[in-house]
């Protein structure tokens, strides 16, 4: 049996093996960009101000922030990036980045492109998961009422009986293809609602395997706890618990509102009980990982380490399904693909959609990149040492 070493994520070789000397010139420069958090607020300003007099930008960013975080404007323009990913052992999470819609023609259009990606997905051999936001396919008031356990007049039963059916529809294309399909967590006040919707298709379609993963966001001080929950009642009902383990990208928001409503925050006192907490629900999984199936979804390198040593200290093998790495497209290479070319699953999330409606992720993407200590200063050190080891100027 072939031994491979451990992973090292100071290695920029392996990291950059796949970019060109210009790819990497236009990334280091975009980092840099991002990374001052005056030039990110004016950017979301002015892009903001563009998409509210439709005045067109796509020409501005596609080149460049578009083209470094997302696939392109449809799954067929993001056939290259999967089939580029693919050619290093790394797999590809097409995600439909296309939200805030809530009129029932569009939450029915975003219903019929989540199951493209499902199809797409069965299709190749390079896209092991397609995922979905409850929100793009349910009003999000609609979605605080029924969290808060609100009254539903007749009119909103109907409609919340339209978003279980699509829910149901996305989740029974999953399983008749065989595709797992991960279900995203949102904000904490509309969370509960989702839960119920995920812990109800688990039931349905997990008896045999994990098809149906929930997401939890460990930057939530009872999330540990909710995990062991989710599962005692997934062994309850006899089937697969299918999870996605994040630590959060919401803080600010989430705190903010908290203050302003008046009730407990949800959120960690501090990054290390986040850290200690994520660290925690892996170290869950895999104590049970006859019963559960799960993602790491983190850039955070000491995390992804603990996880990798464990792996192979509890002898399990590196390419078992039932353990996957993902990190976002165009960040944390150096996590993706030495994790990939030392015999583990990763797969990357892929965003796509029109540029406009994409850009309110990308907006996001820049903010977390200048509010995560570290985070972009680390990604240009190492482009850096990559361009220098080449020679490139």
């Known amino acids: 049996m072939e031994i491979r070493p451990q992973p090292s994520f100071d290695n920029t070789e392996i990291a950059f093996s796949s970019k060109s000397n210009a790819e990497l010139k236009r990334a280091y420069w975009l980092f840099k960009l991002i990374g001052n958090p005056s030039l990110v607020l004016a950017g979301r300003v ?28 449809n799954i067929h323009q993001c056939a290259r990036a999967a089939e580029g990913l693919g050619k290093f052992g790394i797999g590809t999470i097409l995600d439909y980045s296309v939200e805030g819609k809530d009129s029932e023609a569009d939450l029915e259009n975003t219903k019929a492109e989540i199951m493209l990606t499902i199809q ?13 936001k409850i929100t793009g396919i349910a009003r999000f008031e609609l979605l605080e009422k029924v969290n808060a356990n609100e009254s539903l007049s007749d009119t909103e039963k109907l409609e919340w009986e339209r978003v279980e059916k699509r829910v149901d529809t996305i989740c029974a294309h999953a399983a008749q293809h065989g595709v797992p399909v991960f279900i995203d967590a949102e904000d904490s006040w509309i969370q509960d609602a989702i839960d119920q919707l995920a812990d109800t298709m688990m039931a349905k379609y997990n008896s045999t395997k994990a098809i149906v993963y929930n997401t939890i966001q460990l930057y939530r001080h009872d999330r540990l706890e909710f995990l062991k929950k989710s599962h005692q009642l997934a062994q309850k009902g006899n089937y697969f618990f299918g999870v996605k383990l994040v630590r959060g990208a919401y803080m600010e928001k989430e705190r903010a509102r908290a203050a302003e409503k008046g009730y407990t925050d949800p959120i960690q006192p501090n990054k290390e009980a986040s850290d200690r907490d994520f660290d925690l629900a892996v170290n869950y999984c895999l104590d049970n990982i006859d019963s559960i199936a ?29 353990i996957f790495f993902a990190q976002l497209y165009g960040m944390s290479d150096h996590i993706s693909y030495n994790l990939a070319n030392a015999g583990f699953n990763v797969a990357k999330y892929l965003p796509y959609g029109p540029i406009r409606e994409v850009m309110p992720y990308l907006i996001r993407r820049a903010q977390e990149n200048t509010s995560v200590k570290g985070q972009t200063g680390r990604e240009l050190l190492l482009i850096q040492r990559e361009m220098k080891r080449r020679k490139v100027k």
């Open 46 to 73: 002015l892009t903001n101000l563009a998409l509210t007099l439709r005045i067109p930008i796509g020409w501005a960013i596609r080149g460049n922030i578009f083209k470094q975080f997302c696939g392109g404007e």
């Open 294 to 322: 799960f993602c790491a979804g983190t850039h955070n390198e000491e995390s992804s380490l603990k996880l990798a040593d464990a792996v192979d200290s509890r002898s399990l093998a590196r390419n078992d399904k039932r």
């Open 120 to 132: 797409e997905a069965a299709r190749s051999k390079n896209i092991p998961f397609s995922v979905f």
